[in-house]
């Protein structure tokens, strides 16, 4: 089977549809089929993907962090509202709780 052509028709019905797809590309195509439905979306290649480097002794700190934060900004807990410098001062403990 040749690669997908990505050419499409367009009508009221899928009959419809068949038919003008087969009087307008017939001529140039090889053998084909009808496919329904989006194409199935694309996967990064392996190679591409970047190793996880993360231990769980890593993790259990990030997370033991997280949950400690929680604690300390829920809203349901404290009942009040934090500035910016609080949030960002939180995400950096985080985020040197995890490197």
């Not at 089977?1 to 019905?13: H, L």
């Not at 068949?18 to 001529?27: A, L, Q």
Request: include cysteine.
């Amino acid at each position: 089977m040749a690669k997908p052509s990505n050419r499409c028709a367009v009508g009221e019905s899928e009959f419809e549809c068949v038919e003008f797809f087969r009087k307008t590309h017939d001529t140039d195509l090889p053998p084909y089929r009808v496919a329904r439905g989006r194409p199935p979306l694309p996967r990064r290649d392996a190679a591409t993907r970047e190793a996880i480097t993360d231990t769980d002794e890593t993790r259990a700190k990030g997370y033991a962090k997280y949950r400690e934060l929680l604690k300390q900004f829920h809203p349901d807990m404290t009942k009040r509202k934090f500035s910016a410098d609080e949030i960002t001062q939180a995400l950096v403990e985080l985020w040197q709780a995890v490197r």
